[in-house]
């Protein structure tokens, strides 16, 4: 039987030199099996450019101008995270390549690649569906994609004082919040930002979000588990009169006049795992999770 003409796009990190080895790798395997690959634009730049590799490529894009098969991430989570912003509403699935530190979305070591390419073209998968949020405005708009897979953060600037961040939920006012900042998260993005600032590990397709404020400035304050139907509508008072707004770590600069709202967004990444990996033994290998030091 001849094997499935499969097609990629590809992804990468384009400020990780030195593992090029995992890179050829990846593409040393897809040219084997014959697969159609495309990539992204910079990172094919880099690869053929920066690292004179020889790349046979079917093309390359820019922006979300890709359709194909799947979609490999080459870098940690934040090139994963980048990558599923592109892929938006798309729903193609993404595997990632883990080729940064924790990696807890790109959660396939160098050692693995093969096994792990290889499994796609045995149908020797799963897809998990994580759920995304997006960020709607009032009297501003913002230039960035308003869609969050991890989280998104309202944050005082780096020179200001704290803000005062109203927040209400289906229009019933919760709290106004004196801090630093507020994330609200997805479960994926629960052990990320938001774990960081107190925030409770929440499993996948939990159907919930998290509010956690950052460094609030009272004691009674704590990270609230919501509903993921809910609409978070938020407005802040500064000092300085503006704050910032941080969608997956990607900032922009907001007036204080803009009112905020965020909800699940109608689309979900699709995620490939193997059917070995078990989202608890991920945290306990790669988070040390219940880790005895002593």
Known sequence: ML???????????????????????VLSFLSEKKAEVYFDREFHHFLTEDLH?????????DDDNFDVDFVISMG????????????GAKGFPIV??????????????????????SAIYRDDYKVEEHAVIMLETEGGKLEGSPYALNDIAVLKRDNASMISIRTNIDGEHLVTYQADGLIVSTPTGSTAYSLSNGGPIIAPNSGVLCLSPVAPHSLNIRPIVLPDDVTVRVTVESRN????????????????DIVLYVHKAPFKVRIIKRHCQRYFHTLREKMM????TR
């Open 289 to 292: 999770w219940g880790a005895d």
């Open 3 to 25: 094997p499935k003409k499969l097609k990629f796009a590809i992804f990468g990190n384009i400020y990780q030199a030195k593992k090029s080895v995992s890179i050829q790798k």
């Open 96 to 117: 990632g390549i883990n080729m940064g530190r924790l990696g807890f979305l790109a959660d396939v070591g160098p050692a693995e690649i093969e096994q792990s390419l």
């Open 76 to 87: 940690g989570d934040g090139t994963f995270l980048k990558a599923a912003n592109r892929v």
């Open 241 to 256: 009169h503006n704050f910032l707004v941080a969608i997956d770590g990607r900032s922009e600069k907001c007036s204080e």
């Open 53 to 61: 590799l020889d790349v046979a490529a079917n093309g390359v894009f």
